[in-house]
């Protein structure tokens, strides 16, 4: 072994081995022979390899099916890659089995070519239809398509809205609803330890009153282990009005839910029974007998392969035996086959392109989208979803609003403008400011012909605390109260004042003369303020009794007419007398009587003079 010294080597040193292997009797520069690879041999005959190549694929694919469980559909983008999946396999068990050593990428592809062409051609022809389709469902081509998922037609909000009663104003949100669940179940020695309160709490009308319905699941799989044969025994129903929570005991439990698993799984129940339909998120809802079922909406695409999502019927699986029917006109207790999410997203594209694709990204003319969050309202049989719709700027104000039948689709545009659902909670907020309330997001009501938000107040442990209504063309009117009742009274009185509404719109028995009385007095001070664009005098008086009174100029013209000192007769109606100053409904200005003569005063130019 000779030692050569290199400026580039570390330390300076490289070792060579050459001299070595010459010592040895080697040649010089000669290398150690490599090991030849064993080759493999291929396993049996030709059709012996391919039977093993379909079994494996086949049990890879069975396996992948029940896990995953992709709809055998071309318009389901999860079908393109379970095809994929199975080419793969089949084509790497070809490889294995056949024996071939390979020799670069191109080796592989003209094996993979030559013996698993139908793999080959057919994970081919599926990319390429992939492409196509994607093309074909792309909506800078297809604007006019997906214009016309939503067919929306324009609607008179006070003639076709009805007021509701207030048996029928949901007060809670999901989130409130979940804590009364929570609470409800903990009261339940006998499944508390057992069981947990499912998330669905789903909104629906039962019996004509608005309620959330949420299934039972169980606590963990050794539970599960403990519990499947019996089933989920029960079922809450959260009242939204009077927030009462019952716990409906099953005869028999349910045994076909999401918290199950295997074959009583309920997507994997709907996949195996009906293997090319592509579905919805499942729905709990219980018929008007209260028989609990999933509503699980059948989903298809419209336009190209893959785009258009709208819903077609759905199917109805008793949560109890499992039996499902699949109905294209769902019965009319079922109030979910279209969610919330879908209608807004085909909202969205019937804003942004009823003037084509170019004029939502250029002018956007006339381009409106729906706010943030939703609610549900209640009107007959179904439940409705309520957004509001704004221009696409983002501004802080609506230009109007939805109501879409989550039942049939049937979806109505009102114009409104006004406040957005945000802007209507902050002002309902800086009400009670000082009990740091926070607002749920608001339900549209019609309260005397006025599109009014109508929200619950709710303290930091998300109990309902208060209400409020806030008008949406004017949300500088907000008006609070402790129940329903108290609350729309004042907010009807406020919009009295505000001139919006007349007396016999207040909802509120009016006076008569019987009910009429008078204060006189001197006036000391007069304050006047400007509210709403309404001039008010607050009148000071002195005498016997301090009082003040306080009129507006639209209801007492005579108002600024009035000076310090000034005798007058305040007229006003019972009920209109506050802590803080009598409510004028007219005033009348009194003569200055004149001071009388003394009795011995004798006339001037008398008979003695």
């Known amino acids: 072994m000779g030692i050569k010294f290199s400026g580039s ?15 040895a009797g080697g040649s010089e520069g000669s290398a150690a022979p490599k090991r030849e690879r064993k080759p493999r041999k291929a396993v049996g005959t030709p059709g012996k390899r391919i039977a093993i ?32 999946l199975l080419c793969a396999v089949y084509c790497g068990c070809a490889l294995l089995t056949s024996g071939f050593q390979g020799s670069g990428a191109k080796g592989y592809f003209r094996f993979v070519k030559k013996q698993c062409t139908v793999p080959f051609f057919l994970a081919a022809g599926l990319l390429v239809l992939a492409v196509v389709g994607g093309v074909a469902s792309w909506v800078v081509f297809r604007a006019g398509s997906y214009q016309k998922l939503l067919t929306v037609r324009s609607g008179d909000f006070s003639s076709e809205i009805a007021e509701v009663a207030y048996d029928r104003i949901p007060m809670l949100d999901k989130d409130s609803a979940e804590k009364l669940g929570d609470r409800k179940l903990g009261e ?68 076909y839910t999401t918290a199950e698993h295997f074959s009583r799984n309920l997507y994997r129940h709907l996949r195996f029974r009906y293997p090319t ?59 979910h086959v279209y969610s919330a999410e879908l209608i807004i997203e085909q909202y969205d594209y019937y804003g942004m392109y009823h003037n084509g694709f170019i004029n939502s990204i250029l002018g956007q003319r006339d381009v409106t989208v729906t706010t943030d969050g939703y609610n549900y309202i209640a009107e007959g049989d179904d439940v409705y979803l309520y957004t509001g719709v704004t221009s696409v700027g983002g501004d802080e104000s609506n230009v109007g609003f939805l109501l879409s039948n989550q039942r049939t689709k049937e979806t109505k545009y009102y114009p409104c403008a006004g406040a957005t659902e945000y802007s209507a909670m902050d002002s309902a907020e800086g009400q009670v400011q000082n009990l740091r309330y926070t607002a749920t997001f608001p339900l549209l009501l019609n309260v005397a012909e006025q599109p009014t938000y109508f929200m619950a107040l709710k303290d930091a ?10 008008n949406v063309n004017q949300y500088q009117i907000v008006a609070t109260g402790a129940t ?46 400007v509210v709403d664009g309404n001039s008010i005098y607050f009148l ?37 007398v506050s802590e803080f100053w009598i409510e004028a409904c007219d005033l009348e200005l009194l003569p200055v009587s004149a001071p009388a003569e003394p009795d011995d005063a004798q006339p001037s130019g008398g008979a003695d003079a």
């Open 9 to 23: 080597d570390a330390g300076g040193f490289r070792f060579d081995f050459s001299g070595a292997n010459s010592a």
């Open 53 to 84: 190549n379909s079994l494996v694929t086949l049990l890879v694919g069975a396996v992948y099916f029940y896990l995953e469980l992709p709809a055998i559909n071309l318009h389901a983008e999860e079908f393109y890659g379970f095809v994929l």
């Open 188 to 255: 339940l020695s006998d499944m508390v330890s057992q069981f947990e309160v499912a998330e669905d709490y789903t909104q629906i009308n039962y019996h004509g009153r608005p309620v959330r319905v949420t299934p039972l699941r169980y606590g963990d799989i050794i539970k599960w282990f403990n519990n499947r044969s019996e089933g989920l025994p029960a079922y809450l129903v959260i009242d939204m009005v009077d927030q009462s929570v019952d716990v409906v005991r099953l005869d028999e439990g349910m045994k």
């Open 277 to 335: 339909f592509m579905f919805e998120e499942p729905v709990f809802e219980i018929d008007e007998d209260g028989t609990p079922y999933w509503v699980c909406a059948k989903k298809e695409k419209t336009i190209g392969l893959f785009g258009g999502t709208d819903n077609n019927g759905a199917v109805l699986v008793n949560a109890v035996t499992g039996e499902s029917e699949y109905l294209a006109e769902p019965p009319e207790w079922v109030d």
């Open 461 to 470: 442990s998300e109990l309902v605390k208060m209400y409020a209504m806030v």
């Open 484 to 529: 329903v009742a108290e609350c729309e009274t004042n907010y009807r009185q406020m919009l009295r004042q505000n001139n919006l509404i007349s007396d016999d719109q207040t909802g509120i028995d009016q006076p008569t003369e019987t009910d009429r009385r008078s204060l006189e007095g001197t006036i000391a001070e007069i304050r006047s303020a």
């Open 540 to 576: 000071r008086f002195t005498g016997e009794t301090d009082f003040t009174v306080r009129m507006s100029a639209a209801d007492v013209p005579y108002a600024p007419l009035l000076n310090v000192g000034d005798n007058v007769r305040v007229w006003y109606y019972d009920g209109h």
